[in-house]
């Protein structure tokens, strides 16, 4: 097959040079492309421009993908040769995250003007109002909820996590949930679920008797710089805000744990794994509260956005290495498929994550199964809401937030 791909560096090159990522980023004319991919080879080929600066493969996977504009028709030219079918499925980025931020000063302004202060899901919460929430929750419910700073980040932010229980502290007597969300910047909708998730488990917890016989202990948000970043100056920030190198910011820090790390060399790339494992702060902290509870954790999820896919370990390599208990794995993901399908949500693909996904190295999932001896672990790639990905409307954040809420109760109650 030919492959249209030597242009694809030194054009990249070309067009960025070796700055960093600018701040204040504008995404004008930016398109996203939703591509067919139908065979191993035309993956392969595919992932060519993974690293490219420029290019962002939204999923992953290879199936939705933003070009900066001066690459786009070097890229078409690209599918085109290598028979890709392909269709443009979001025309202006930018466009997509005017509306966010508009739809956002609205809502900020009707709320002050109304002097509402009840806790909603109709916009995406800062880092400050979800700290400030915990707090409040920790305030008015002492015998369930109790917040900790379990460590700080780079630039100095707290990160929190939150402990529901009914036994006024995790005892050790029950089973525990462990979830993080927010470890990729850029993906608000799986922070908005899990910040849902804490808030009807508090405040209606009379109706949720079945959940509680369980200790649950939830870090909302794992990358407190990164998820402030992507609220000011870069949408679609991934990564968190410790200095690389001196051109290049970040740290993927789901490629950062130390369950079959391996060292990447390029630093400017959406998937640095920093020089060493763990070598984050915000990895770090996590692992110690992984660390704590270890294997009485009965569940540990991960949660991502976007894909409508349910995954199990190992994702580190390809053929894939199974988790021990697989067929258990499948199962549990299967119930919660189908209690997210009775909601009206979408059908969730339940798998390995290096056969449906991709494989990768030094992943939290595989972390939890392979050393921490989690009994069940996942990582949760929720729905994007059609083709917006990232950027869910702040309309649909109710009914997306309500839709994985089945996610986690079938999952907790089961596993």
């Known amino acids: 097959m030919k492959c249209y791909c030597g242009v694809v560096v030194l054009l990249a090159l070309a067009v960025f040079g070796q700055s960093s990522i600018a701040e204040q980023v504008s995404y004008r004319d930016y398109k996203v492309y939703g591509i ?37 028709q070097a890229f078409e030219r690209f599918l085109t040769v290598n028979q890709f079918s392909y269709e443009r499925i979001i025309e202006d980025v ?20 109304s002097g509402r202060a009840t806790v909603d899901f109709e916009h995406f919460w800062t880092n400050a109002e979800i ?12 015998n369930l909820v109790s917040v900790e700073t379990i460590g700080t980040t780079h630039l100095g932010r707290p990160i929190k996590s939150i402990t529901i229980s009914t036994n006024n502290g995790v005892a050790g007597s029950k089973p525990v949930v462990f979830i993080d969300g927010g470890i990729h910047a850029r993906e608000w909708a799986g922070v908005m679920s899990v910040v849902y998730l804490i808030h009807e488990m508090v405040e209606h917890s009379s109706d949720y008797a079945d959940m509680l016989t369980k200790d649950w202990v939830i870090v ?35 490629r950062n744990w130390d369950y079959m790390w391996v060292f990447t060399s390029n630093a400017c790339s959406d998937s640095y794994a920093g020089t060493t494992a763990f070598s984050e702060l915000e990895t770090q902290a996590l692992n110690r509260v992984m660390q704590r509870y270890g294997s009485n954790i009965a569940l540990y999820l991960a949660v991502h956005t976007y894909g409508d896919m349910i995954l199990y370990p190992y994702g580190y390599s390809w053929p894939f290495v199974p988790v021990t208990n697989q067929a258990a794995h499948i199962a549990l993901g299967e119930q919660a498929r189908d209690a ?28 939890a199964a392979g050393v921490i001896g989690t009994r069940y672990a996942y990582t949760l790639e929720l729905t994007g809401g059609g083709s917006t990905g990232f950027d869910l409307p702040a309309s649909q954040i109710q009914a997306v937030a309500t839709q994985t809420f089945q996610i986690y109760r079938t999952m907790a109650n089961n596993a």
């Open 36 to 72: 067919r991919v139908d065979s191993v080879e035309k993956h392969t080929i595919l992932k060519r421009w993974q690293d490219v600066k420029g290019v962002d493969f939204w999923d992953r996977a290879g199936y939705r993908v933003m070009i900066h504009p001066s690459l786009q």
């Open 94 to 113: 930018e466009a997509t995250i005017e509306a966010e931020r508009q739809y956002d000063q609205e809502y900020r302004r009707r709320k002050a003007a």
């Open 131 to 142: 700290n400030e929430y915990l707090d409040e929750l920790a305030q008015t419910f002492p």
């Open 220 to 254: 909302p948000v794992a990358n407190p710089d990164g998820y402030e970043f992507s609220h000011t100056d870069n949408r679609m920030w991934r990564k968190n805000r410790f200095p690389a190198t001196i051109l290049c910011t970040g740290i993927d820090l789901n």
């Open 340 to 367: 997210v399908s009775a909601v009206g949500g979408p059908r969730y693909i339940v798998g390995n994550s290096a056969e449906i996904l991709y494989t990768a190295n030094g992943c939290s999932d595989d972390y």
